[in-house]
């Protein structure tokens, strides 16, 4: 009843940018916050950005100064912005948003729902 759909994702060379984009659609009644996630080959899971829906935006460490969050509360969209991207960007990109959805049948309830991902490759 709620989809996630990312796009924005490919092929940049080092030092270049890229903008991801996540629309959230369905029986939304309200998003508390979303969030960018990443996942490398071999490696865990990681957050890479998160933002509520009053704009607050927390960044791992690693992507501070080069990545920017941002959110469209009238779209239901959440954007990323990556430059100066490193090799060690490379991995699959994944949206995720903390809503509230008006389930059919029931009534408003509290989920967590992900996109399906979205890789990105940093070669020269």
């Known amino acids: 009843q709620v989809q996630l759909v990312e796009s924005g994702g490919g092929l940049v060379q080092p030092g270049g940018s890229l903008r991801l984009s996540c629309a959230a659609s369905g029986n939304i009644v309200k998003i508390n916050g979303m969030g960018w996630f990443r996942q490398a080959p071999g490696k865990q899971r990681e957050m890479v950005a998160t933002i509520t829906s009053g704009g607050e935006a927390d960044y791992a460490d690693s992507v501070k100064g080069r990545f920017t969050v941002s959110i469209n509360n009238a779209e239901n969209t959440m954007y990323l912005q990556m430059n100066s991207l490193t090799p060690e960007d490379k991995a699959v990109y994944s949206c995720?948003?903390?809503?509230?959805?008006?389930?059919?049948?029931?009534?408003?309830?509290?989920?967590?729902?992900w996109g399906e991902g979205n890789e990105v490759t940093v070669s020269a």
């Open positions: 995720n948003a903390a809503l509230i959805y008006f389930r059919v049948p029931g009534g408003p309830e509290l989920d967590d729902f």
